[in-house]
């Protein structure tokens, strides 16, 4: 298959929504299929050598700006919704209504955003959910790191002050992971006994996964939907000082620890990953 990506312009900000597409886009090559990706000035035109078009986020004027040049090329195309529960961000729920009305087929990333989109537009689907991969150089089966509690972000702002308050009161070594390049966070995990995912708000965190296949101790915000892909995870409000400090201090001295999280999130291969976008990917042309 000929297949096309649109995204945002990746040089506004960093985000998990590139690491994921370029993961992707090779897992999809490997399996034998052309790829592409269209960012910034272009045309309707642009899309007619190919087959299938795969759509990046809806909320946002360039999430419209995407779908709208995609339907007016007459070309079928996925949605990969990344969907935040708001209105107060570029689209109105009824244009997020419509646009996965139209695709060929809707792609959340967990069952629990595909409530939310339900819940939010008043699309009921059908959906296709799939998670996000894992890739294999953060496989690591160690489990007894004590070097630090860590933090991953992007950018910063993800509730990192809260846990390093915490950890100092803890008398517990702190470490945020922040302006690494991807490439070389592996080898960071494995120096953190303890990772907390501290975000207010997220869909499904790749730093998760990436924690768990480092045989890391996670601790997941509530509020990350992706949680529901590894069964026995350690759940936390991050909101909450004294939750933190509970928490933290318990995954910190633990002389055990259900593993089965970590086993999931090696399972959980981009390789595979990329076999069901595949078969999403076929049944879609099939359609039109």
């Given at each position: ?143 007894d790191q004590d070097c630090c509690v ?35 966070l592996h080898l960071h995990y494995r ?41 026995g995870l350690k759940v936390l409000n ?51």
């Amino acid at each position: 298959m000929r297949l096309v990506w649109l995204n945002r312009n990746p040089s506004t900000h960093p985000g998990g929504d590139l690491i994921m597409l370029r993961a992707l886009k090779e897992a999809m090559v490997q399996r034998g299929h052309r790829c592409h990706e269209l960012y910034g000035e272009w045309t309707s035109r642009d899309l007619l050598p190919f087959d299938l078009v795969l759509i990046y986020h809806v909320n946002f004027p360039w999430s419209f700006e995407n779908i709208t040049k995609t339907q007016l090329a007459g070309k079928p195309y996925v949605l990969l919704p990344i969907f935040y529960p708001t209105d107060q961000l570029g689209m109105t729920y009824r244009s997020m209504r419509e646009a996965m009305e139209e695709a060929a087929c809707v792609c959340p990333l967990s069952f629990t955003e595909a409530r939310e989109i339900s819940d939010y537009t008043g699309f009921r689907g059908p959906f296709s959910v799939i998670p996000h991969g894992t890739e294999e150089r953060f496989h690591w089966d160690r489990g007894d790191q004590d070097c630090c509690v860590a933090t991953s972000c992007a950018r910063g702002g993800k509730g990192e002050d809260l846990v390093e308050k915490v950890c100092g009161k803890l008398g517990l070594p702190y470490k945020h992971f922040i302006n690494i390049p991807h490439e070389e966070l592996h080898l960071h995990y494995r120096k953190a006994r303890v990772f907390v995912h501290s975000s207010p708000d997220d869909r499904m965190s790749l730093t998760v996964g990436e924690a768990l296949c480092s045989g890391c101790r996670v601790l997941s915000s509530v509020y990350d939907r992706g949680n529901e892909w590894f069964p026995g995870l350690k759940v936390l409000n991050p909101k909450n000082e004294q939750e933190l400090e509970s928490y933290i201090r318990m995954a910190w001295e633990s002389e055990k620890w259900d593993w089965r999280p970590n086993e999931r999130a090696r399972e959980m291969t981009w390789g595979k990953t990329a076999k069901a976008w595949e078969k999403v990917c076929e049944r879609a042309l099939c359609s039109n």
